[in-house]
C-alpha cells in the first residue's frame, strides 16, 4: 500500500470530488462515495492491498479497551 503521495495533480482530484458531491443530498452523497470506492477498488485489484487500505482508513476510529485511540 502506497502511503506516500502517488498521483500528481491531487489539488485537482480534490476539486472534482467536491464538485461531483454538488447538489447532492446526505444519502445521495454517501452512495456516491459507496460507487466511487468500489470503483477505484476494481482499479487496484489486489485484496491484499485493499485489506490495508479498509485497515489504515479505519485506524483513527479504532479505540483499544481502555478507551485510547
Known amino acids: 500500500m502506497h502511503t506516500h503521495l502517488n498521483f500528481t495533480d491531487h489539488d485537482a482530484f480534490y ?3 467536491l464538485a461531483a458531491h454538488e447538489g ?3 444519502e445521495q452523497s454517501a452512495q456516491f462515495n459507496a460507487r ?3 470503483l477505484l ?3 487496484v485489484g489486489e485484496q491484499q492491498v485493499l485489506a490495508a487500505c479498509v485497515a ?3 485506524k483513527p476510529f479504532t479505540t483499544d479497551v481502555r478507551g485510547a485511540a
Request: aromatic residues 0%; glycine residues 0%.
Open 41 to 43: 477498488a476494481n482499479q
Open 15 to 17: 476539486e472534482q470530488l
Open 56 to 58: 489504515a482508513a479505519r
Open 24 to 26: 447532492l443530498s446526505a
Open 36 to 38: 466511487l470506492i468500489l
